[in-house]
Nanobody, 122 residues
Framework: EVQLVESGGGLVQAGGSLRLSCAAS????????IGWFRQAPGKGRQGVSC????????SYADSVKGRFTISSDNAKNTVYLQMNGLKPEDTAVYFC???????????????WGQGTQVTVSS
């Protein structure tokens, strides 16, 4: 059974940092693209970042470039999203997703986690 479990969300002040984790199981982790998405209240789901472990390729949304960093620990089947310089507009539920074929920031991933809340206060 494929499982993606996010953790690390919370409440932080503007300018602060959080590190989200996405623990994966049930599939060949290093052969999939793992993406991070977020959804703010009343808004659609937005692609934040993704990476493909097989070649180390990474992508970021313009709104988070220079502030967020995606990385992975293949031994732990875990992908991280280090978020620095957080802004109130980063407030959202953050999801990780996995797909064996698709690479990118559109919501075309097959498997999804349940999400973790990130709230940034001003």
């Amino acid at each position: 059974e494929v499982q993606l479990v996010e953790s690390g969300g919370g409440l932080v002040q503007a300018g602060g940092s959080l590190r989200l984790s996405c623990a994966a199981s049930g599939f060949a982790f290093d052969l999939y693209t793992i993406g991070w998405f977020r959804q703010a209240p009343g808004k659609g789901r937005q692609g934040v970042s993704c990476m493909r472990s097989s070649d180390g390729r990474t992508s970021y949304a313009d709104s988070v470039k220079g502030r967020f960093t995606i990385s992975s620990d293949n031994a732990k089947n875990t992908v991280y999203l280090q978020m620095n310089g957080l802004k109130p507009e980063d407030t959202a539920v953050y999801f990780c997703a996995a797909d064996p074929l698709y690479y990118g920031l559109q919501s075309r991933y097959v498997y999804w986690g349940q999400g973790t809340q990130v709230t940034v206060s001003s």
